[in-house]
């Protein structure tokens, strides 16, 4: 059972570029929310995705979108980038946004801008 | 919002019992509190969750204090494949924005 697919892996970009990655969510997940996370902290939420609409969101700049499908997989879009968004992009799914269930995290999209 | 408070690190020997402590005095009655834990070069991995009784899963036990205040994740028998950073969260029903702090860093030696 394929858990959460993350990508791609590693990727470097420069300052002031774009960025889109991609995730696909665990077997039967419907929701899936992404996460930032700098080298020694903990994971920083961005926002969460259900019903292909953007259902919450964390203290993150407008810099910072994302998509969801019909198949329920996820885009996180970054525009404009800056030094500052180098960091470990997490994303997480979970059956239901209403639900309190725990999460299946993918191993990460490490970003670095250069 | 309710924040928690853990040890920046704790050690255990390989086959012995890791207590990790987490206080959260501020804690409403509607948090569950939640542990997730991530073993180096992966994300995060649920590991159990309550909000008033003692819960128990395949992975560990949680210990929750009588006024709520402080909860403890049980590792019955650590082995080197429990090396990682634990951390106890804060989470509402409804809410998604679960809010990671820095977590435990749990070393475990052979």
């Known amino acids: 059972d394929a858990g959460v697919t993350q990508s791609p892996t590693h990727l470097i970009k420069t300052r002031g570029q774009q960025v889109t990655l991609r995730c696909s969510p665990k077997?039967?997940?419907?929701?899936v929310s992404w996460y930032q996370q700098a080298l020694g902290q903990g994971p920083q939420f961005i926002f969460q995705?259900?019903?292909?609409?953007?259902?919450q969101r964390g203290n993150f700049p407008d810099r910072f979108s994302g998509h969801q499908f019909p198949n329920y997989s996820s885009e996180l879009n970054v525009n404009a980038l800056l030094l500052g968004d180098s960091a470990l992009y997490l994303c997480?799914?979970?059956?239901?946004?209403?639900?309190?269930?725990?999460?299946?995290f993918g191993s990460g999209t490490r970003l670095t801008v250069v | 919002d309710a924040k928690t408070t853990q040890p920046n690190s704790m050690e255990s020997n390989e086959e012995e019992p890791v207590h990790l402590p987490c206080n959260h005095s501020t804690i409403s009655g509607t948090d569950y509190i939640h542990w997730y834990r991530q073993l180096p070069s992966q994300g995060p991995e649920y590991v159990i969750h309550?909000?008033?009784s003692n819960v128990n899963n395949r992975m560990a036990s949680l210990a929750i204090a009588e006024d709520r205040k402080s909860s403890t994740l049980i590792l019955h028998r650590a082995t080197l494949r429990d090396a990682a950073v634990y951390y106890c969260i804060l989470r509402k029903p409804f809410n998604n924005d679960m809010r990671f702090g820095a977590g435990t860093r749990l070393t475990v030696k052979p």
């Open positions: 309550g909000l008033t």
């Open positions: 997480a799914s979970s059956l239901s946004f209403r639900a309190l269930v725990g999460y299946t």
């Open positions: 077997s039967g997940h419907d929701t």
């Open positions: 995705y259900y019903e292909e609409e953007e259902r």
